[in-house]
T-cell receptor, first 114, second 110 residues
Framework: DSGVTQTPKHLITATGQRVTLRCSPR?????VYWYQQSLDQGLQFLIQ???????AKGNILERFSAQQFPDLHSELNLSSLELGDSALYFC?????????????FGQGTRLTVV | GQNIDQPTEMTATEGAIVQINCTYQ??????LFWYQQHAGEAPTFLSY????GLEEKGRFSSFLSRSKGYSYLLLKELQMKDSASYLC???????????FGQGTELSVKP
């Protein structure tokens, strides 16, 4: 158990809908990272938050947004869902604001868009 | 771009040694990780290299050559449970991002 909690574990929804994925980082970790993993794309970095503020941005679509709350948990919002958004979404946390420290991954949320 | 290249698949025999290579673009390099990921599970940390040379940790070792843009992960005394995907990930200065390669799917056979 990495100490990072993601909910829900599985999500099935229809195209055009909006969903929210939730992540609770390990106790003491200030950074939260979101990744998307699909079969043909590998693990793609989406966005990083550090202590409530956006720190780095990757290949995140405009239909996607995220935030980190004062209690350090984070939410990833995916809207106007398309079939191609079906993937495993991972959250990871680390103690530092830079990515040169070990990150601990949650078990992921498997999103299926039908 | 920040292409990170690894072989897609490898097969090895239980008890043997296997080396998984990773090449990356050197511009802006600021560290390299290896993660292990079993199917459907979360990636877990194996090693981190930022200076040239070999880092050994039990059955696993990782090597880095910054000038060549090259790293490898060496797995010794292979066990069946080592069957997994091995992800090479590079930290780049620009934007402070951790970029993952596509991963190498290792199958360990009896």
């Amino acid at each position: 158990d990495s100490g990072v909690t993601q909910t829900p574990k599985h999500l099935i929804t229809a195209t055009g809908q909006r969903v929210t994925l939730r992540c609770s980082p390990r106790s003491g970790d200030l950074s939260v990272y979101w990744y998307q993993q699909s079969l043909d794309q590998g693990l793609q970095f989406l966005i990083q938050y550090y202590n409530g503020e956006e720190r780095a941005k990757g290949n995140i679509l405009e239909r996607f947004s995220a935030q980190q709350f004062p209690d350090l948990h984070s939410e990833l919002n995916l809207s106007s869902l398309e079939l191609g958004d079906s993937a495993l979404y991972f959250c990871a946390s680390s103690v530092a604001g830079h990515p040169n420290t070990e990150a601990f991954f949650g078990q992921g949320t498997r999103l299926t868009v039908v | 771009g920040q292409n990170i290249d690894q072989p897609t698949e490898m097969t090895a025999t239980e008890g043997a040694i296997v080396q998984i290579n990773c090449t990356y673009q050197t511009s802006g390099f600021n560290g390299l990780f290896w993660y292990q990921q079993h199917a459907g599970e979360a990636p877990t940390f194996l090693s981190y290299n930022v200076l040239d040379g070999l880092e050994e940790k039990g059955r696993f070792s990782s090597f880095l050559s910054r000038s060549k843009g090259y790293s490898y992960l060496l797995l010794k005394e292979l066990q069946m449970k080592d069957s997994a995907s091995y992800l090479c990930a590079v930290v780049y200065n620009q934007g402070g991002k951790l970029i993952f390669g596509q991963g190498t799917e290792l199958s360990v056979k009896p």
